[in-house]
Each structure stands twice: as structure tokens, then as C-alpha cells.
């Protein structure tokens, strides 16, 4: 069992910058995928980034390549996301999640956290 919870969500105005935070629970946190999704109002749930167990290969949503970063510090068991050049139109609860070896999101093998909400106003 992994148990997240996210934090570092607020309102910021549109240009601003924000750094979430996803600290885990357990002892595997190191052998996980981790990952950030968002979902806005009204929107399904949404990949933002996501980052190996190891730290060294990072994916990200195309339109949020160039803003965004994922990284993570196994030591701490914890993955972060800092977001730059906030548009309104990130807004939406940001939700990490831990994938084990071999799975794949979505898949029911995964953990969430219950998220955080970002808040862009113009």
C-alpha cells in the first residue's frame, strides 16, 4: 500500500509560479512510477507528467512541455511538480500517482492521492 498526499496548491495569478508536492508512504516509493494528473471542472482527468522510479527519464503532456517540471527525491519519498508561466486555463485539482513495476495507469494497480487544487486568475 502506498498513501499519498499532495500539498502546495493555492491561487496565483496568470504568469505565476507554483510547486506541488506528493509525499509517500511505504518503503517501495523508490521502485514506483510517479506521476501528476489534473482534471478542471467539467474535464476528465488529464496526464501532465510523469517521472521513472529511478528519476531519469521524465514524460510530460505536449502542451505543457517547457513549464512544467516533474522530479522526484527518493530519500524523502517524495516527487514534486513546479509549474511556471501559469495560464488560467491550468487550473484544475493536480492528483499524483504511483504506478508498481510493469503496471500501467489506470489500471487499478495504481495509487492517487486525493489532490490539490491550483487556481490561475487572470
Known amino acids: 500500500q502506498v498513501q499519498l498526499v499532495e500539498s502546495g496548491g493555492g491561487l496565483v495569478q496568470a504568469g505565476g509560479s507554483l510547486r506541488l508536492s506528493c509525499a509517500a508512504s511505504g518503503r517501495t516509493f523508490s521502485s514506483y512510477t510517479m506521476g501528476w494528473f489534473r482534471q478542471a471542472p467539467g474535464m476528465e482527468r488529464a496526464f501532465v507528467a510523469q517521472?521513472?522510479?529511478?528519476?531519469?527519464?521524465?514524460y510530460y503532456a505536449d502542451s505543457l512541455k517547457g513549464r512544467f517540471t516533474i522530479s522526484r527525491d527518493n530519500a524523502e519519498n517524495t516527487v514534486y511538480l513546479q509549474m511556471n508561466s501559469l495560464k488560467p486555463e491550468d487550473t484544475a485539482v493536480y492528483y499524483c500517482?504511483?504506478?508498481?513495476?510493469?503496471?500501467?495507469?489506470?489500471?487499478?494497480?495504481?495509487?492517487w492521492g486525493k489532490g490539490t487544487l491550483v487556481t490561475v486568475s487572470s
Open positions: 517521472i521513472s522510479a529511478s528519476g531519469r527519464s521524465t
Open positions: 500517482a504511483a504506478a508498481p513495476p510493469g503496471s500501467s495507469w489506470f489500471d487499478g494497480t495504481d495509487y
